[in-house]
């Protein structure tokens, strides 16, 4: 996106890359957007593609690739040991990053796994930001507990402090001095706090947290699956690093850090995933889990393929044209939003949108997931999928009571160049729509309850028949037929 200036003074954000290759999609008449919810189990994860209009469930995997990136594809060394391939990504990685090692992986929880197995001892504490599903699921299960030391102000979801992805320092010391660093086993750092709206991490942070760290000889770890929103913002809300060239700055973030691993599903806009770091320690007691859990040590489980278009991914990562789409457009749409009063996480973030479900449907209890039921009627509304990012998303506490989230989230993510100005501005004129008829959405319960990651596949009912009134009142406005 560029900030060229318009003759008619509109601040219009400029796409700086054409589209040639289209997806069709179809936006299914009331009723049966109706009917696929209710067969989905009001859970949009348990929704079909086919039957979305604008899908914003995640920007995982489903980012645009360039003309360079499946151009790259062509060129892949299939081979099971030392492919040119595997060469090839990892040189562009220890360029970005400056670290040494290179271990691939199929996906970003495949990394969190392998970390997880080899830092994480029963009972140790694992200090971060803030947690994201997977990264929890993969610390519990090896018995691990989590505490997230991310400043006060990021659980306000109006809020103008322009990093609130922020850990609280004062809070890092405490936790280090109570526990112990012995009882440590990492701190976690996550780029563009995913589960709190998106928001990024200062590289003053970080580098106050890597100070303490070092000095306390604990290994910082850092999740770069959002990066880029992250470096975007570095360079737009952080001034010293207004001129900074991107590569700089992820050569700062290496410098910092022990061991860094991302999601290539989102970081590099293809379907993989990777660990970086120079400490061999770490890398020798990994590299023998990779063959075990992902696949050969040239490979990790992912096809020559993608790694090819990840490697040119990540090189595009470092250009502000391509890196800028997302946070623009995540700010045009809340600003709008916020002018016609419906309540949003501020500043805006990277990655996506996020409605405040407690105030939008505030007379929906926690107890009967309101985050859950405005995801089911923003799809019944508009064909929009979001996925709900509160109480849902977590799991229950051992004694089987609910573990309430902080703050119940719907988030509408943007694939990273997939969405046009226009589809921003249907999506904002049906959320108003909605607001306007809020009072109608009602709550959900589960009827089938999974143990681990319910949000994946649980199935839930509505509490009443809500719904049916909901897609009564759209038809009455907007006078669509059965
Ligand atoms: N870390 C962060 C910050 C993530 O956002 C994700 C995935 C992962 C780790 C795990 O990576 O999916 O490749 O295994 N986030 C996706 C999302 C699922 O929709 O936000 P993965």
Redesign the pocket.
């Known amino acids: 996106m560029s900030s060229i200036k318009f003759f008619s003074g509109e601040n219009v954000p400029l796409e700086m890359h054409k589209v040639r290759m289209v997806q069709k999609i179809h936006l299914l008449p009331i009723e049966k957007r109706m009917q696929c919810m209710s067969e989905a189990g009001y859970n949009t994860f348990l929704l079909k593609n086919l039957d979305i209009f604008l899908d914003m469930?995640?920007?995982?995997g489903t980012n645009a690739m360039s003309e360079n990136q499946y151009a790259a594809m062509l060129q892949a060394d299939d081979s099971y040991a030392g492919s040119e391939t595997f060469y090839r990504l990892e040189r562009v990685l220890q360029d970005i990053f400056g670290m040494k090692h290179f271990l691939p992986a199929h996906?970003?929880?495949?990394c969190?796994h392998i970390i997880a197995q080899i830092l994480v001892q029963d009972k140790s504490i694992a200090l971060m930001n803030y947690h994201?599903t997977?990264?929890k699921a993969h610390i519990s299960r090896m018995g691990g507990i989590i505490e997230e030391i991310i400043i006060d102000e990021a659980y306000k979801i109006q809020s103008t402090n322009p990093f609130k992805g922020n850990m609280d320092i004062d809070k890092l010391q405490k936790a280090i001095k109570q526990h112990g660093k012995d009882k440590i086993s990492m701190v976690r750092i996550?780029?563009?706090t995913?589960l709190i709206g998106g928001q990024p991490v200062s590289m003053a942070n970080l580098r106050e947290v890597s100070k303490i760290c070092r000095s306390e000889g604990i290994k910082l770890i850092y999740?770069a699956?959002?990066l880029t929103d992250n470096l975007y913002f570095h360079k737009i809300r952080e001034n010293e690093y207004k001129n900074k060239d991107l590569k700089e700055i992820t050569r700062e973030i290496g410098s910092l850090t022990d061991l860094i691993y991302f999601?290539?599903?989102?970081l590099g806009a293809a379907r993989g995933?990777g660990i970086l770091t120079s400490d061999g320690d770490m890398f020798g007691k990994m590299r023998e889990l990779v063959p075990l859990f992902e696949g050969f040590l040239t490979y990790g489980g992912m096809s020559v393929r993608e790694m090819e278009a990840m490697a040119i991914g990540l090189q595009e990562s470092l250009d502000m044209d391509v890196i800028s789409q997302t946070p623009i457009f995540v700010e045009a749409l809340c600003n709008d939003l916020t002018a016609k009063g419906i309540p949003v996480v501020s500043p805006p973030g990277g990655?996506g949108c996020h409605l405040d479900a407690k105030a939008f449907c505030s007379h929906v209890p926690q107890t009967e997931y309101p985050a859950g039921a405005l995801a089911a009627a923003v799809f019944i509304a508009g064909g929009i999928r979001g996925?709900e990012r509160g109480t849902i998303s977590e799991q229950r506490n051992e004694d089987g009571t609910e573990h309430y989230a902080d703050m119940e989230l719907l988030r509408l993510?943007f694939p990273k160049r997939v969405f046009t100005l226009s589809q921003v501005k249907y999506i904002a004129d049906r959320l108003s729509w909605l607001y306007a008829n809020r009072n109608l959405i009602g709550g959900l319960e589960f009827v089938e309850e999974p143990k681990v990651l319910r949000f994946f596949f649980g199935r839930l009912q509505p509490k009443g028949d809500w719904p049916q009134k909901l897609a009564a009142q759209f038809r009455k406005d907007f006078g669509e037929s059965l």
């Not at 469930?57 to 995982?60: E, I, K, N, Q």
Request: charged residues 25%; negative net charge.
């Open positions: 469930l995640t920007d995982s996906q970003g929880r495949a969190e994201f997977t990264t996550e780029a563009g995913n999740d699956s959002l999601s290539a599903r989102k995933g990655l996925m993510a």
